[in-house]
């Protein structure tokens, strides 16, 4: 286990807005910063950082909490993993404690992947820079290719041994369980029961997360066999989702956030060989068609997508329609074609970077104006196929969300297909309209059943009523709690204190809330008065939701709100004792209702005369108790 010291200096580090704008662009608002949220599919910022609370909230999903629970969230760690990012991120020393037997195994099969798939990177990287076969045979293909060392040792290119257990034998020599092994594809089981290598005398080209943990890899035989496939990648895996990767995103995630612009290209080779050009906001798809969830990895810090092609046209009109996704995210896409015979990779190497940014800015043409062009030319004079292409361009052109950019590519679509501009706003809007209603129709409440349903609305409305007056205790706790208290009659003492003394005859029914209320009054009988801090970062993640959704606002009053409207807003802290006790006398008065009403039902079932007066004589004493706490909460809320 981490120690507490290293925990300590690693919150301390620890700057929020630096953390989550690594995979989130924000922008600054006000005292906070916004951007769109990782978790759901958006186009209005509701991702909301707080950089003096040191919390992240999403309105959207409802996640929120540290820098910690945002990697969990985001990236799947475990609590310890999400701590060691951050201290090998801000250079700390981690210190752990001996472990048991218990923690040394693994906490998951995730975790156990993710070790396996990071020793064979090392295993590959060191078998091309420390073996013979490894340096005549990798390293030679990667020189040739024009790739520095710099660039090998920073992407952690390897070299698989062409021999058939070379890596499988070592790794279960070194403890590595068959059963990860065979999970992540490094290495397939015979029929017999024992392994053998996947990668064979391949040259291996590492596949890191976001966070830059290897987790898969794609291999490339230098052999000519055409017998042999050309690529092996890396099965699916709980750690590997190939739609949800993009093959350089680690080393390009800054520079596509500084630049505003993402480079998307096909290959390996093309995105190490572009990146070595000093082009670093640059990724690719690794040979698969483009996905959505890729799309929306790229949109986190741009909306810019520029595509690099090859002169192949085949492969170019093949890939038309799967961009029409990049439209609907709402992302302005650019394509560039390179002269036959070159790609992005030979194009960089043969011409140099300031010719390769030349042609670039020189041949870069709109998608949907770039589209148009590709298909006309194909279809010639044919009309029937020309009326084929103009649904086809209207298509995409009705995939854009934004209704100003759409018709801005009508209007350049008329005059290039030479077609009326009011028939192509005419088709466009027969397919939004198509679209709406397809829409409304997915969305329509299911049929009424015949036999009626009944609901206890009161009883229900009673259950959100009590969570509510809860979390209102745990949200006074955290932004008071430690406030002297300056009311008549009160003195020399904290407000969270007070506040847990008031209600120590209350039993809390959500468990969050009674877990929060039970680590506070823990902590007060310790001598110590809880910071909010100290709930952001703990390592329940019930509590950390429950805090964060506490503290978290969505909206934030302009400076000059009431100089604008002249309207005054509330503010809870000009009479604390009126929020305090309010909030202490309700939640308790809720409490005696629900017992009161627990009582009427017991006199109901009573039978002897002896228990209906027990349970009489405790209902008056309850109503007694309702009329105070009612009378007082009067009393104070007036005044």
Same mark, same amino acid.
């Given at each position: 286990?981490?120690?507490?010291?290293?925990?300590?200096?690693?919150?301390?580090?620890?700057d929020?807005?630096e953390?989550?704008?690594?995979?989130?662009q924000?922008k600054?608002?006000?005292?906070?910063?916004v951007?769109?949220?990782?978790?759901?599919?958006?186009?209005?910022?509701?991702?909301?950082?707080?950089?003096?609370k040191?919390i992240?909230?999403?309105?959207?999903?409802?996640?929120?909490?540290?820098?910690v629970?945002?990697l969990?969230?985001?990236? #799947?760690?475990?609590?310890?993993?999400?701590?060691k990012? /951050?201290?090998?991120?801000?250079?700390?020393?981690?210190e752990e404690?001996?472990?048991?037997?218990e923690?040394?195994?693994e906490?998951?099969?995730?975790?156990s992947l993710?070790?396996?798939?990071g020793y064979?990177? #090392?295993f590959?990287?060191?078998?091309l820079?420390?073996?013979?076969?490894?340096?005549?045979?990798?390293?030679s293909?990667?020189?040739?290719r %024009?790739?520095?060392?710099?660039?090998i040792?920073?992407?952690?290119?390897?070299?698989?041994?062409?021999?058939?257990?070379?890596?499988?034998?070592?790794?279960?020599?070194?403890?590595?369980?068959?059963?990860?092994?065979?999970?992540?594809?490094?290495?397939?089981?015979?029929?017999?029961?024992?392994?053998?290598?996947r990668?064979?005398g391949?040259?291996?080209?590492p596949?890191?997360?976001?966070?830059?943990?290897?987790i898969?890899?794609?291999?490339?035989?230098?052999?000519t @066999?055409?017998?042999?496939?050309?690529?092996?990648?890396?099965?699916?895996?709980?750690?590997?989702?190939?739609s949800?990767?993009l093959?350089?995103?680690?080393?390009?995630?800054?520079?596509?956030?500084?630049?505003?612009?993402?480079y998307l290209?096909? %290959?390996?080779?093309?995105?190490?060989?572009?990146?070595?050009?000093?082009?670093?906001?640059?990724?690719?798809?690794? %040979?698969?068609?483009?996905?959505?969830?890729?799309?929306?990895?790229?949109?986190?810090?741009?909306?810019?997508?520029?595509i690099?092609?090859?002169?192949?046209?085949?492969g170019?009109?093949?890939?038309?329609?799967?961009? @029409?996704?990049i439209?609907?995210?709402?992302?302005?896409?650019?394509?560039?074609?390179?002269?036959?015979?070159?790609?992005?990779?030979?194009?960089?190497?043969?011409?140099?970077?300031?010719?390769?940014?030349?042609?670039i800015?020189?041949?870069?043409?709109?998608f949907?104006?770039?589209?148009? @062009?590709?298909? /006309?030319?194909?279809?010639?004079?044919?009309?029937?196929?020309?009326a084929?292409?103009?649904?086809d361009?209207?298509?995409?052109?009705?995939k854009?969300p934004?209704?100003? #950019?759409?018709?801005?590519?009508?209007k350049?679509?008329?005059h290039?297909?030479?077609?009326?501009?009011?028939?192509l706003?005419?088709e466009?809007?027969?397919?939004?309209l198509?679209?709406?209603?397809?829409?409304?129709?997915?969305?329509?409440?299911?049929?009424?059943?015949?036999?009626?349903?009944?609901?206890?609305?009161?009883q229900e409305?009673?259950?959100?009523?009590?969570?509510?007056?809860?979390?209102?205790?745990?949200?006074?706790?955290?932004l008071?709690?430690n406030?002297?208290?300056?009311?008549?009659?009160?003195?020399?003492?904290?407000i969270?204190?007070?506040?847990i003394a008031?209600l120590s005859?209350?039993?809390?029914?959500?468990?969050?809330?009674?877990?929060?209320?039970?680590?506070?009054?823990?902590?007060?009988?310790?001598?110590?008065?809880?910071?909010e801090?100290?709930?952001?970062?703990?390592?329940?993640k019930?509590?950390?939701?429950?805090?964060?959704?506490?503290?978290?606002?969505?909206?934030?009053?302009?400076?000059?709100?009431?100089?604008?409207?002249?309207? /005054?807003?509330?503010?809870?802290?000009?009479?604390?004792?009126?929020?305090?006790?309010g909030?202490?006398?309700?939640?308790k008065?809720?409490?005696?209702?629900?017992?009161?009403?627990?009582?009427?039902?017991?006199?109901?079932?009573?039978?002897?005369?002896?228990?209906?007066?027990?349970? /009489?004589?405790?209902?008056?004493?309850? #109503?007694?108790?309702?009329k105070?706490?009612?009378?007082?909460?009067?009393s104070?809320?007036?005044?």
């Amino acid at each position: 286990m981490i120690t507490k010291p290293t925990i300590d200096r690693i919150m301390e580090a620890t700057d929020i807005v630096e953390v989550i704008g690594e995979f989130v662009q924000l922008k600054k608002r006000g005292a906070n910063y916004v951007g769109l949220s990782p978790f759901a599919n958006e186009r209005t910022p509701s991702f909301t950082v707080s950089p003096a609370k040191g919390i992240f909230k999403d309105f959207s999903s409802g996640k929120g909490g540290s820098a910690v629970t945002f990697l969990m969230e985001l990236e #799947k760690f475990t609590y310890p993993e999400a701590l060691k990012w /951050l201290a090998k991120k801000y250079g700390i020393e981690v210190e752990e404690t001996v472990e048991n037997k218990e923690d040394r195994e693994e906490d998951n099969r995730r975790e156990s992947l993710m070790i396996v798939s990071g020793y064979a990177a #090392k295993f590959f990287h060191e078998s091309l820079l420390d073996t013979e076969e490894g340096q005549n045979i990798g390293l030679s293909y990667f020189k040739e290719r %024009g790739f520095t060392n710099e660039t090998i040792r920073k992407f952690e290119l390897g070299y698989s041994p062409d021999q058939w257990e070379a890596f499988s034998a070592q790794a279960v020599k070194e403890g590595y369980q068959e059963e990860f092994l065979v999970e992540s594809g490094l290495s397939v089981k015979r029929d017999n029961g024992s392994l053998y290598d996947r990668y064979r005398g391949r040259v291996m080209f590492p596949i890191h997360s976001f966070t830059g943990r290897v987790i898969a890899f794609g291999g490339r035989t230098l052999k000519t @066999d055409k017998n042999v496939p050309k690529y092996v990648n890396s099965p699916e895996s709980e750690i590997y989702h190939k739609s949800n990767i993009l093959y350089g995103l680690y080393f390009a995630k800054k520079a596509i956030r500084e630049q505003d612009n993402c480079y998307l290209v096909e %290959g390996y080779a093309d995105v190490l060989s572009v990146h070595q050009a000093g082009i670093e906001n640059v990724v690719a798809s690794s %040979g698969t068609s483009l996905t959505v969830e890729q799309v929306k990895l790229i949109s986190r810090f741009t909306k810019n997508i520029t595509i690099l092609y090859d002169g192949d046209a085949a492969g170019i009109k093949a890939s038309l329609r799967g961009l @029409d996704l990049i439209l609907e995210e709402g992302l302005n896409v650019k394509v560039v074609l390179f002269p036959d015979g070159h790609d992005p990779d030979s194009y960089v190497r043969k011409m140099g970077t300031a010719a390769f940014k030349k042609h670039i800015d020189e041949k870069k043409k709109d998608f949907i104006l770039f589209k148009t @062009d590709i298909l /006309l030319k194909e279809a010639g004079n044919d009309p029937i196929k020309k009326a084929d292409i103009i649904r086809d361009v209207v298509e995409s052109i009705a995939k854009i969300p934004d209704s100003i #950019k759409a018709s801005v590519f009508i209007k350049e679509c008329s005059h290039i297909m030479q077609i009326d501009e009011r028939a192509l706003l005419s088709e466009l809007n027969k397919m939004r309209l198509a679209k709406a209603k397809k829409g409304e129709q997915q969305q329509q409440p299911r049929p009424v059943p015949d036999e009626p349903q009944f609901f206890d609305e009161p009883q229900e409305k009673k259950i959100k009523e009590s969570d509510t007056q809860e979390k209102e205790i745990v949200r006074l706790l955290l932004l008071y709690g430690n406030r002297m208290i300056d009311w008549d009659g009160i003195a020399n003492t904290y407000i969270g204190p007070f506040m847990i003394a008031e209600l120590s005859d209350v039993e809390f029914d959500q468990p969050a809330c009674k877990q929060f209320v039970d680590i506070y009054r823990e902590e007060l009988e310790k001598g110590v008065l809880p910071e909010e801090q100290q709930f952001i970062h703990y390592p329940d993640k019930e509590i950390v939701d429950l805090v964060v959704t506490s503290i978290a606002t969505k909206y934030m009053l302009s400076e000059n709100w009431y100089e604008m409207h002249k309207i /005054l807003v509330t503010d809870e802290t000009a009479n604390m004792k009126a929020t305090i006790l309010g909030a202490i006398f309700h939640l308790k008065k809720h409490k005696v209702a629900k017992i009161l009403e627990n009582l009427r039902g017991e006199l109901q079932k009573a039978t002897s005369d002896a228990d209906q007066d027990i349970l /009489l004589n405790q209902y008056m004493h309850m #109503k007694k108790v309702e009329k105070h706490i009612s009378d007082y909460l009067g009393s104070v809320i007036l005044k």
